[in-house]
């Protein structure tokens, strides 16, 4: 079995990285989306089989009235700095190879940590109508830390005329919704440099997690959100701290929130493990059964 950096460097290789989806008879035929997956799509244990699926990030959460939908992935794990394969292999690259498949048609750009960076840049360059970023880098310098954490040992040169994009972002005056989390580390001093951007809109959720502050479910209904009820968010929500709870009832039907909050609960107050070998059980914090049979 071929180990992992050698299995991303011949996917790189020999396959294209993007993929195009159109639904002509959306609601708005002249929109195209494109979809940035994040570093971490392939830094976890199911990157061998995210590759045999062939998987890119928010394929479940499309935004139902556009008419395009454009999926990208960074399969060097480098943000985005080698392009997407051995064709298309630098951000210029990339930028240009987007330009053409959404020439005529309006774009919304979206991603998550470096997906987000490469969200901005791209929204940037083809004048979106608006990008949402959720944990997205906007400077990756070597002075950002954890900057190399997580990169293919064969990727590079690093290209750095992209690594800081503030001006590049808010020159472009493309307005960028960012989803941020208050208490994470990698977040905290994006969000103050970015708060500094006059094209911006801060969502400061109260949260430790780089990428993973929505809920999962949060995610289809944020991005179908339209522009002015994203903006109309942002303003409701500007200088604040949102809860969890907050951004779900917001975003979310009942049905949804009865789904998240009684998961949470079960999780808490009753545990349960039997299979061969082992038999766990605690309710209401109190452990009735814990047995692990002696190996041998």
């Not at 989806?21 to 959306?26: G, K, N, R, S, Y």
């Not at 590759?51 to 794990?77: C, M, Q, S, W």
């Not at 949102?242 to 009753?270: D, E, V």
Request: proline share 5%.
């Amino acid at each position: 079995m071929m180990n992992k950096w050698d299995a991303l460097r011949q996917f790189y290789l020999e396959n294209p990285n993007y993929k195009i989806i159109e639904t002509p008879d959306a609601a708005e035929p002249d929109l195209a989306v494109i979809y940035f997956s994040s570093l971490g799509t392939f830094n976890h244990d199911k990157w061998q089989h995210r590759l045999e699926t062939d998987y890119y990030e928010f394929h479940r959460n499309p935004v139902r009235r556009a008419g395009k939908h454009i999926y990208v992935r960074d399969v060097a794990l480098a943000f985005y700095m080698m392009g997407v394969n051995s064709k298309v292999n630098s951000i210029e690259k990339l930028l240009e190879l987007l330009q053409n498949l959404t020439a005529g048609y309006k774009v919304v750009t979206v991603g998550v940590s470096s997906g987000g960076f490469m969200a901005m840049l791209a929204g940037a360059y083809l004048k979106a109508q608006y990008v949402i970023s959720i944990s997205g880098i906007i400077d990756v310098g070597p002075q950002q830390p954890g900057f190399a954490a997580g990169t293919s040992p064969w990727a590079g040169p690093w290209n750095f005329n992209y690594l800081d994009n503030r001006k590049i972002v808010e020159s472009s005056g493309v307005p960028v919704f960012q989803f941020e989390s208050s208490r994470c580390s990698v977040d905290f001093p994006n969000a103050e440099k970015m708060r500094q951007m006059q094209n911006v809109r801060i969502f400061n959720i109260d949260s430790d997690s780089h990428g993973g502050q929505l809920n999962s479910l949060c995610i289809a209904p944020l991005l179908n959100l339209s522009f002015d009820q994203i903006e109309a968010l942002s303003r409701r929500y500007s200088g604040k701290i949102i809860s969890q709870w907050t951004i779900n009832r917001t975003l979310l039907p009942l049905k949804h929130l009865l789904r998240i909050y009684l998961t949470l609960f079960r999780k808490k107050l009753f545990k349960f493990k039997f299979k061969p070998g082992r038999k766990h059980l605690t309710i209401l914090g109190i452990t009735f059964i814990d047995y692990e049979k002696p190996m041998g």
